[in-house]
């Protein structure tokens, strides 16, 4: 058990391109934090220089207390889980697993142990003796994360590991990494580009944009409480709704909440407007219905506001009485509103 804690760590490529500016960033004994953000914002440069893939241009990398920026990869004592998997071809299940192990000259009824435990846990005893090419993507994905976990490591990295997987393989596989890592406790550091993944996997998210962390915290504050427009518009499926400030002004009379002078833009989650008059203070908004999706239990209406170009989503439960086509009124919440500025992009209350 170990935390890892970066200290003003910053990575600039050849021709002045910064990818990392000066970052700072503890992840606790035990804990799972998980880095998002879109592709090129740094998560994957800023986890390979944890893992000793990528060299640091600035600062310390911290594992366990000690400094390891000049330790190789193999000498960090962390295991590291890909996208591709990266198993052996040519040996089997167990020979996978036991590879590392003899390469550090483990002895054999420790191996043996570990990689017993590691079956057990993980659900793979049946697959030992089969070649990776004889198991499905999610068999694959286990497997890889058993090599890692006989390591018993320091801390685990994760760089995208369900990517290749169809979407129910990733549910699935997205419960099995969130009980095994409460099961071992084993500090944990794992970058996604699919924001449902880190939402239902991190104990604190990490929201990256351009190599700068935009905000850190438990998920459900960052999605009920965005400190920025960019955290706003990234965390949320569907996504948020934003509205000129003057525009809403026009609509809502005395229901609008009091603001402070710097917001300008209000951004509203597709949840908190509803299509039914909600018997507390909310904003009426005009639109005709473009198109319905119908998502499990509940449908996402696009509207195009009246005498407006905008497009708004309401998620709404169930299916809506109205059809495409159809003249209807929404109602925003009042106390649901996020007050931001545009020019600063900052949360103002």
Do not use: W
Request: proline fraction near 6%; include cysteine; aromatic fraction near 4%.
């Amino acid at each position: 058990m170990a935390t890892i804690e970066l200290s003003g760590i910053r990575k600039v490529y050849p021709g002045n391109v910064t990818a990392i500016h000066d970052l700072d960033l503890s992840v606790d004994d035990g804990e799972l934090v998980v880095l998002v953000g879109p592709s090129g914002c740094g998560k994957s440069t800023l986890l390979r220089m944890v893992a000793g893939l990528e060299t640091t241009t600035a600062g310390t990398v911290s594992i366990g207390g000690a400094v390891v920026n000049r330790l190789e990869p193999s000498d960090r004592d962390i295991a590291m889980v890909f996208q591709n998997y990266a198993l052996y071809p040519h040996m089997t299940v167990r020979g996978n697993l036991e590879y590392g192990l003899k390469n550090r000259g483990t002895p054999r009824t420790l191996i043996d142990e570990r990689v017993a435990e590691a079956a057990r846990i993980l659900e793979i005893a049946p697959f030992l003796e089969r070649k990776p090419r004889q198991l499905s993507g999610g068999q694959r994905q286990r497997v890889a994360m058993g090599r890692a976990i006989v390591r018993q490591p320091k801390a685990f990295l994760f760089d995208e590991p369900l990517s290749n997987l169809d979407a129910k393989l990733r549910g699935q596989m997205r419960v099995e990494i969130r009980r095994l890592q409460r099961t071992l406790r084993t500090t944990s550091l794992y970058v996604t580009h699919d924001q449902l993944e880190a939402m239902t996997l991190a104990d604190r998210l990490v929201v990256m944009n351009a190599g700068r962390i935009e905000q850190l915290g438990k998920p459900t504050e960052l999605y009920e409480r965005p400190a920025s427009l960019f955290v706003a518009g990234f965390i949320g499926s569907p996504p948020m709704n934003f509205f000129d400030l003057e525009y809403l002004r026009e609509k809502a009379g005395a229901s609008l909440p009091t603001l402070s002078d710097d917001s300008d833009i209000i951004g509203i989650r597709p949840d908190s407007i509803v299509l039914a008059d909600p018997q507390e203070p909310s904003i009426p908004l005009r639109g005709t219905v473009e198109l319905i999706e119908p998502v499990g239990g509940e449908s996402h209406l696009h509207l195009r506001l009246e005498g407006s170009d905008q497009l708004i989503i309401v998620e709404t439960p169930g299916r809506p009485d109205a059809a495409e086509g159809t003249l209807l009124t929404a109602h925003l919440r009042a106390r649901a509103l996020h007050p931001f500025n545009r020019q600063s992009g900052l949360r103002t209350a």
